[in-house]
T-cell receptor, first 113, second 114 residues
Framework: QQQVKQSPQSLIVQKGGISIINCAYE??????FPWYQQFPGKGPALLIA?????SEKKEGRFTISFNKSAKQFSLHIMDSQPGDSATYFC????????????FGTGTRLLVSP | DAMVIQNPRYQVTQFGKPVTLSCSQT?????MYWYQQKSSQAPKLLFH???????NEADTPDNFQSRRPNTSFCFLDIRSPGLGDAAMYLC?????????????FGPGTRLTVT
């Protein structure tokens, strides 16, 4: 119940294309869903986050879509650029007690020039 | 720039030889975390400090210890490293523990055990 399942494991997208990464969770108590971006040799950095009271959040080329009934959320990267090549982790946390982040297994994105 | 700093960036230790990794932060955040990240895996929380209050994850081996002598510094001690402890160790901070408080990660220390 504490798991967050992420797919695909790896993704190759051409420059200018749309990258889509999906995550699913079981625990309906999760109420905070961030996405982290990690470049090789660096720590993860928060990219964008959403709470379940909205179905979509957009920041620049990055959009989170959230489907509460299906317990799924996804990251869309529009107009993907080679500089977006990184590993992306979705995560979820609870609202009660200590808000430990439960990470997905990561998606390695490669945007080809 | 305010940031999370980890030293060293690369550490090689021998099997069974104690090793200490350090983390410092200029963000003045209350919470400091240590994560273990193995190759192609998600970060795994080992423990965290909320101010001086230490919180261990239930599945963190006793071999891993931590110290936080002051707000700015936190140390990860591995008492007897095994080959399975080779990983990237990430330090992170957040202003508080409530939902939505962003975690800021350092660049990590890559530990090799020979």
């Amino acid at each position: 119940q504490q798991q967050v399942k992420q797919s695909p494991q790896s993704l190759i997208v051409q420059k200018g294309g749309i990258s889509i990464i999906n995550c699913a969770y079981e625990n309906t108590a999760f109420d905070y869903f961030p996405w982290y971006q990690q470049f090789p040799g660096k720590g993860p950095a928060l990219l964008i986050a959403i709470r379940p009271d909205v179905s979509e959040k957009k920041e620049g080329r990055f959009t989170i879509s959230f489907n509460k009934s299906a317990k799924q959320f996804s990251l869309h990267i529009m107009d993907s650029q080679p500089g977006d090549s990184a590993t992306y982790f979705c995560a979820a946390s609870l609202s009660t007690g200590f808000q430990k982040l439960v990470f997905g297994t990561g998606t390695r994105l490669l945007v080809s020039p | 720039d305010a940031m999370v700093i980890q030293n060293p960036r690369y550490q090689v230790t021998q099997f069974g030889k104690p090793v200490t990794l350090s983390c410092s932060q200029t963000l003045n955040h209350n919470v400091m975390y240590w994560y273990q990240q193995k190759s192609s895996q998600a970060p795994k929380l080992l423990f965290h400090y909320y101010d001086k209050d230490f919180n261990n994850e239930a599945d963190t081996p006793d071999n891993f210890q931590s110290r936080r002598p002051n707000t700015s510094f936190c140390f990860l001690d591995i008492r007897s490293p095994g080959l399975g402890d080779a990983a990237m160790y990430l330090c992170a901070t957040s202003r508080d523990r409530g939902t939505g408080y962003e975690q800021y990660f350092g660049p990590g220390t890559r530990l090799t055990v020979t």
